[in-house]
């Protein structure tokens, strides 16, 4: 509950509640007309401060939440907010009258008022509506947190989201800047000639990366579906059936923990376009990022938890094996000696699965001593084919794949490759998967035969990737939590 609910509090709110029902009848009213926002009103009176009478200017009419009221007898100062910003709003009782200057002493911070009159600049110095015409819209039964301490405890922001943007402007400018990063990003591939598409979120099989899904039971057509886990192998479908350049911001579920990097409902942006090599997305990734940063941020340097983070310039790329033995300290002689790695791993207090193989071990390793260590933009690449079912195989070494990782600030932005277009080899790539997965490795990937038939047909040489929205935005709004850039981050039920 928020802590300004009281018993009292909510008891005095619902009685003056039902005195002004029962005094002007509709407290919900849907019929004030807004001429004007606040950002139109402000951009209306920009550069006229030689305007001192109200009687000087044109009326407007806007409405808003009230968030502060301060009275002075017959006469009422107020803020209202809405979705543009704040206004101060000046209720005089011999310019509105008796009866409506009555009905505004009965609201609160919290409830909707609709006002209409015109601007003028107060003795100190800010322009201020002066109301000649005002309206309840909307009557709160419950209290805004109350002001200078506002909705501070993490817990009950995520919780109480609505709140948490009626009463921090910073957090509500970490959403906008959200769905700015989104509408970028969309621009950028469509100028690009890539087609948005959306591919189905339940699945016969969940595909397209190494995780747990969520299950559910289809009544009608009685058989098991899952929550996708990526949209990858649709992604890949299309491709197969003509269309070379697809991508799609999607919702993806994974059964897994929930820490300040994950959430088991995430967004990705997934893109594949036919002819392209994994080299040609890094190039592409490095020019989108610093589109994206350079729109939202108006740079492409910004700091993020204490570092200054550059998107400008070529980034470096690393091989994974040569990033374990120089940044990671491992031994280059032990990199393919499972047990020497697995003592690696428990000397550092790294835990290894009974299931884990040499690649997995490696990813292990390169999590907890590589990963957090790649604050700058670093592609890593040439990843193992054992934690890589369905990227391509280099033509230089065939146990690792023609694949990449994006890290920045130190951790997972990006992963793409060139993806595995022979049958085949896909196929057994998969009974080895399977094969993990009898051996207790729940996330290895299933078997996916309609995908297999559909390769069989012919896949062009394509290159794709994943890209996690969440993490980007972490990363340009300066946030440490993935729930600072959810909306509605799962959370425990209430006790």
Request: charged content about 30%.
């Amino acid at each position: 509950m928020n802590p300004e609910e009281t018993g009292d509090v909510l008891a005095k709110r619902r009685k003056k509640h039902l005195d002004l029902k029962n005094g002007i009848g509709n407290i919900y009213p849907n019929d004030f007309i807004v001429t004007h926002s606040v950002r139109d009103i402000r951009k209306a009176v920009e550069g006229k401060e030689e305007v001192q009478s109200p009687e000087d200017g044109p009326a407007f009419s806007t409405v808003g939440r009230i968030m502060t009221i301060n009275r002075f007898g017959k006469t009422v100062f107020a803020r209202l907010k809405d979705r543009t910003g704040q206004l101060q709003v000046y209720v005089r009782k011999d310019k509105v009258g008796d009866k409506a200057f009555d009905i505004f002493l009965q609201m609160e911070a919290g409830d909707f008022l609709g006002v209409n009159g015109p601007m003028f600049i107060t003795k100190t110095g800010e322009w201020t509506l002066l109301v000649v015409e005002l309206k309840l819209i909307c009557k709160a039964f419950r209290p805004l947190p109350e002001k200078f301490h506002g909705l501070k405890d993490p817990e009950k922001r995520y919780r109480y989201r609505y709140l948490d943007l009626v009463m921090n402007p910073e957090v509500r400018e970490i959403f906008t800047k959200r769905s700015h990063i989104i509408q970028v990003i969309r621009r950028f591939l469509l100028e690009r000639d890539f087609m948005e598409v959306e591919t189905p979120m339940m699945q016969p099989v969940p595909g397209g990366a190494e995780a747990a899904p969520f299950k559910t039971h289809h009544k009608a057509l009685d058989m098991e579906l899952f929550l996708r886990i990526a949209p990858e192998l649709y992604l890949k479908r299309l491709v197969i059936g003509g269309f070379e350049r697809v991508f799609e911001v999607n919702r993806n579920f994974r059964n897994e923990g929930v820490s300040t990097q994950h959430n088991p409902e995430f967004t990705m942006l997934e893109f594949y376009k036919a002819y392209a090599t994994y080299e040609e997305l890094m190039d592409l990734t490095e020019e989108m990022f610093r589109t994206i940063a350079e729109a939202v941020n108006g740079s492409t340097s910004f700091s993020y938890q204490g570092s200054t983070i550059d998107f400008a310039g070529k980034w470096e790329r690393i091989p994974l094996l040569t990033a374990l033995e120089t940044i990671g300290g491992v031994n280059a002689e032990w990199i393919h000696d499972l047990n020497r790695l697995q003592n690696v791993a428990k000397e550092k207090g790294i835990q290894i699965t009974k299931t884990g193989s040499t690649g997995k071990v490696l990813i292990k390793l390169f999590d907890a001593l590589v990963e957090p260590k790649l604050i700058q933009p670093t592609f890593i690449t040439g990843y193992p084919v054992e934690v890589s079912p369905l990227s391509r195989r280099s033509q230089t070494d065939p146990t690792l794949t023609d694949r990449f990782e994006l890290f920045i600030g130190g951790k997972e932005i990006a992963n793409g490759f060139s993806e595995l277009n022979d049958p085949e080899d896909q196929k057994g790539r998969f009974l080895e998967q399977m094969k993990n997965r009898e051996a207790g490795d729940e996330e290895a990937h299933q078997m996916d035969e309609d995908f297999i038939e559909a390769m069989e047909y012919g896949m062009p040489p394509t290159a794709g990737e994943g890209i996690g929205i969440d993490r980007l935005v972490m990363l340009l709004t300066d946030s440490a939590s993935i729930r600072e850039v959810i909306l509605f981050p799962h959370m425990k039920k209430r006790t």
